[in-house]
């Protein structure tokens, strides 16, 4: 039976941490949200962040844009909260409307403030191992390895998913640890051979119960970061936890896995901006 990986027990160690910080060196962090348009899952993604600033102590600011948004007028906000002393953190809600450019929009956020680390340049210090803002997702799951002594050195880790939040940024963490890494896809021809070795697992696809217990190696480390709903409406991700936990080594649930860590190490992300400040 697997070990479940309480990423909700973690993420309230890493913002009360946080918040002793912000006391102790006097801080005052500030982050601002930008959500253009109406997507009711990104608005409850902002609340939860909104509560998670409030507990550790930064100054929460939402700057709602209407879906008639247009590029400039997206780049302009952004322009103006990079120029705001105030500000340390500036995060993008995803996903914008339709016919913006958000590519465009992470490029401008000035990299100091990247505190989602999606601008090219930190993605640049990412996969040349250098010091900057990590995606919160792919960085809240090394710190759960971390918590739970899980050694990645010569592992064979599989990534299912390469997008540019979760999958690829998610290699390039498991890499510099010196696991050796495979990403799949849509494209993949046999996912099934590809994961039947894999010591460890990160399910980032978005589809229900696309991994299955047949697919996973016996002691397997499991992180589902897939965040769907089943047919009565209530939150799963990508694996088919029941199965899978009686065979894995460790496993992460959702909801109480992944999501709460992500936010966590945003939290962390917005206080390292500020003390770089
Ligand atoms: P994307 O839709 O951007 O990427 C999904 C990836 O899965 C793509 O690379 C796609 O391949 C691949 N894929 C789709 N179908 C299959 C399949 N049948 N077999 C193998 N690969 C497949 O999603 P995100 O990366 O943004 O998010 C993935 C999931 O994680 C979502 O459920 C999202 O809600 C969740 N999420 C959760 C977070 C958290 O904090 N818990 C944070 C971010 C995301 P291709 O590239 O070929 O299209």
Request: hydrophobic residues 40%.
């Amino acid at each position: 039976m697997a070990e479940i990986i309480n990423g909700k027990e973690l993420a309230k160690e890493i913002r009360l941490n946080l918040k002793e910080i912000v006391e102790k060196e006097n801080l005052s962090p500030k982050l601002a949200v930008i959500l253009c348009g109406d997507d009711e899952a990104s608005k409850v993604y902002v609340r939860n962040k909104s509560k998670a600033c409030d507990e550790v102590g930064i100054e929460f600011e939402e700057f709602l844009l209407p879906s008639t948004t247009t590029q400039k007028e997206l780049l302009d906000l952004i322009d103006k909260l990079n120029q705001d002393k105030e500000i340390d953190g500036i995060l993008l809600q995803s996903p914008i409307p339709k016919g913006l450019n958000i590519e465009e929009a992470f490029e401008k956020i000035r990299p100091e403030k990247d505190v989602d680390g999606f601008n090219p340049y930190n993605v640049g210090k990412l996969c040349i191992g250098e010091d900057g803002f990590i995606p919160c997702t792919p960085y809240g799951i090394m710190k759960m390895f971390e918590k739970y002594n899980i050694n990645l050195e010569g592992k064979k880790a599989v990534i299912v998913g390469r997008s540019n939040i979760v999958g690829k940024p998610m290699a390039q963490c498991l890499l510099s640890k010196n696991a050796t890494v495979t990403i799949c896809h849509s494209r993949t021809k046999d996912l099934k051979e590809e994961l039947k070795d894999a010591d460890v697992v990160i399910a980032a696809v978005g589809k229900r119960n696309v991994i299955k217990a047949d697919m996973i190696k016996e002691g397997a480390v499991v992180i589902d970061v897939g965040m769907n709903r089943n047919d009565e409406g209530k939150l799963c991700g990508d694996v088919d936890f029941e199965e899978i936990s009686e065979k894995a080594s460790f496993i992460t649930p959702v909801p109480g896995g992944v999501g709460p860590m992500t936010v966590a190490m945003l939290m962390e992300n917005v206080v390292k901006a500020c003390k770089n400040k």
